[in-house]
């Protein structure tokens, strides 16, 4: 059981260029969010999705595209990499089941450099 | 959505009890207090949640105050590998998407 998978690890991108996120999880969860994390500050939210087929933005939506097509899987774009984004991004996965509540799995980050 | 202040750093020695405070004044009825920790730069680990009651999992314990304004994760025999930072969260209400909107954390540091 791999639990999120995030792919790549690393990457470094040139200003301008474009580049998805992959997101993977094997636990059929229903909701799947996107985050940010730079240097010193907590995660925010970039988009997050409650089902197949349905995304909503966080609160850092801007310069990024997501696509929910299999319930397994979250794709993160950045269409034209700028020099703010470059930062850790986390994806994460959680399933709500009736009244009760679970915690949410965390991926172990991806790790974004913009030159 | 409802924001958390918690104390920027802490410092714990090893084996004694961390007591991490955390304030939610604002949190909504429905609002769940989730707590989580980051080591390094790794993925956040979830440690414990609660909406009205106290609880408790074989990581730590988890005190909410009676008006829900705030709580206290008590991580009862803390050791070095604790030390990480940890996050205090009031996570959205599912039918709302169920976020999990984070603030700036406590850096807890424990010494032997």
């Known amino acids: 059981n791999a639990g999120v998978t995030q792919t790549p690890k690393f990457r470094v991108l040139k200003t301008g260029q474009s580049m998805t996120l992959l997101c993977a999880q094997d636990?059929?969860?229903?909701?799947m969010y996107w985050y940010r994390q730079d240097p010193g500050m907590g995660l925010r939210l970039i988009h997050y999705s409650v089902g197949e087929g349905t995304t909503a933005k966080g609160e850092v939506p801007d310069g990024y595209n997501v696509s929910r097509l299999k319930k397994q899987n979250f794709l993160l774009g950045l269409e034209s990499a700028a020099p703010s984004q470059t930062s850790v991004y986390f994806c994460?996965?959680?399933?709500?089941?009736?009244?009760?509540?679970?915690?949410?799995?965390f991926g172990s980050g991806t790790r974004l450099t913009v030159v | 959505d409802a924001k958390t202040t918690q104390p920027t750093s802490m410092d714990c020695a090893e084996g004694r009890a961390a007591n991490l405070p955390c304030n939610h004044s604002?949190?909504?009825?429905?609002?769940?207090v989730y707590w989580y920790r980051q080591i390094h730069s790794q993925g956040p680990q979830y440690i414990i949640h609660g909406l009205k009651n106290n609880e408790t999992n074989e990581m730590a314990s988890l005190i909410i105050t009676e008006d829900r304004k705030s709580s206290t994760l008590i991580l009862p025999h803390a050791t070095l590998r604790d030390t990480a930072v940890y996050y205090c969260i009031v996570r959205v209400a599912y039918n709302q998407g169920g976020k999990l909107i984070f603030g700036q954390g406590t850096e807890l540091s424990v010494k032997p």
């Open positions: 994460a996965s959680s399933y709500p089941r009736g009244g009760i509540q679970y915690g949410y799995t």
């Open positions: 604002t949190i909504s009825g429905n609002e769940y």
């Open positions: 636990m059929n969860h229903e909701y």
